[in-house]
């Protein structure tokens, strides 16, 4: 009688797999081992970290890029003037003069220039934004006749240059008698911005008209509507387009050389522009730097104030959403 004895082989050494549950066809499928998976993630994660290197450097490239005329109004307005032309070109003035922001106040009407810009400014803006906003929740939630044709009448507006009319405007405001006053710059912003109409319009979309039907079902009516549900939502909107609202009236050149012609009623851009003729012919280049520095400011103040409430806005709807 002989005996064989069979010698199954070694069990291979067992591998941690990952195993999905049954599918409703009774398969199983398997995934790739636990550990190619640690390694697959390790590199992903490096791939991140160092995409995420790159991206900041080129970010902290561009800033640098994107601030360095500002810097250099600010060192130009502390030089004197032979430092101007220094070669190669002083970034640390050496010595600062800080008395050129003294002397600009006396060079011209800086004070009642800037005073007229901000009276121009936050009375076209402020009201403008609120003419605005409304006009925005008529166009996107009330039932108007034909709220559709004026809306797209107001798109084919934006078209329309200001070069355009220019002048019927002026002879409009010429036969009102008020050419050399600040009215023909405020009162064509009272009426709203047709840009931030637009944009809070397509903003509204995504509030859901049932919002307001419960509000109207309570007896509310639609400015109590408008305050209370409407503008909270949309605050970040309204925040975004009220800084390059300001901006633009603020920086804007061409209507006030059309209509200021007082020295005491001009805004600020044209003091800088006389500032301009008159001193850039004496190589007063620190005065020029420091009066435009100056009307920097108010700008830059704005920014930041509401740069901060758009974070606030976007956190706080995302919390309620």
Do not use: H
Not at 71 to 95: G, H, N, Y
Not at 195 to 219: N, T, Y
Not at 298 to 320: D, H, M, N
């Amino acid at each position: 009688m002989t005996f064989t004895t069979s010698t199954s082989p070694s069990p291979a050494p067992a591998t941690a797999v990952a195993v999905l549950p049954q599918d409703p066809g009774g398969r199983r499928r398997r995934r790739a081992p636990i550990g190619d998976s640690s390694t697959t993630v390790g590199m992903r994660s490096r791939s991140y970290r160092s995409m995420n290197v790159i991206v900041t450097i080129v970010l902290a490239v561009g800033g640098i890029i994107m601030i360095a005329p500002l810097l250099w109004t600010f060192t130009t307005s502390l030089k004197t003037r032979e430092a101007v032309f220094a070669l190669p070109p002083q970034w640390i003035p050496d010595p600062v003069q800080w008395e050129n922001y003294l002397r600009v106040w006396s060079a011209g009407p800086l004070a009642s220039g800037i005073w007229n810009s901000i009276v121009v400014s936050v009375s076209v803006t402020v009201v403008g934004t609120a003419t605005s906003a409304l006009a925005a929740f008529a166009f996107a939630k009330m039932r108007l006749p034909f709220k559709n044709v004026v809306f797209l009448t107001l798109l084919v507006a934006i078209m329309i240059p200001f070069p355009t009319i220019m002048i019927p405007q002026f002879k409009m405001f010429g036969d009102l008698g008020m050419v050399d006053t600040l009215w023909p710059l405020i009162l064509p912003g009272l009426f709203g911005n047709i840009v931030m109409i637009f944009f809070l319009r397509q903003f509204l979309d995504s509030v859901p008209d049932s919002i307001i039907e419960a509000a109207k079902l309570d007896g509310a009516g639609y400015l109590r509507i408008f305050w209370t549900l409407i503008f909270p939502a949309i605050r970040p909107a309204v925040a975004a387009q009220f800084i390059l609202w300001f901006m633009a009236v603020w920086n804007d050149y061409l209507a006030p050389i059309i209509y200021l012609n007082s020295p005491e009623r001009q805004t600020l851009q044209l003091v800088i522009a006389s500032f301009n003729a008159t001193y850039a012919s004496q190589t007063d280049y620190p005065l020029i730097m420091a009066a435009s520095f100056i009307a920097l400011i108010p700008v830059l103040v704005v920014f930041v104030i509401f740069q901060r409430q758009i974070i606030e806005s976007v956190a706080l709807t995302g919390a309620k959403g």
